[in-house]
């Protein structure tokens, strides 16, 4: 999933998103009462997931029937909970991120897209990256095969060198071997 939505997804889990519940207690609004349904302080868990605004969001799923049989106290349980029923988390992390948008979207401008199109939104956000993630070869990797000295054709003689430049002591060096088609050195320069 894309980094910006696992790292949402870490900030609900440590509770550090800006809620109206987290932003009363850092004294930055005076009322934590949710703007979707004005029934419950909007903690982490209403904020994405128990607010009755989002009944047809989650229950565009079957995955997520839970939802009604299950009350989470915290955020971090109900993604625990997700975990071990093998849902999907991609698609889970999507949605809730794709909620959250849509509330921040709503409060910059009251024209945000409609609570029935986040289910749609999510999925087809996840497909999306999904098909721009580059695919991974099965193949072996390679292996650099070890160089191995060939020697020359008879008759021919085949130079091999080497250079190093040692800038701690401002000097350069090269290596040169000439061997002939036994293998046998001729010359060697230093």
Known sequence: MPCKVRNFL????KNIIPT????KHRCVVEDSKCSLCAQHDEDVIHALWSCPA???VWNEDPQWSFRGQNIFPVF???IIHVFELGCSAELFAMQIWTIWFRRNKVRSAPLGFPLNLIAQRAYEALVEYRAAQPRHSLAAPTTRQRARWIPPPPNWNKANFYAAIFDEVGRAGLRVIICDSQGLAMVALT
């Open 54 to 56: 989002f009944v047809q």
């Open 76 to 78: 971090s349980h109900l």
């Open 20 to 23: 109206l519940n987290n932003l």
């Open 10 to 13: 870490w900030r609900a889990y």
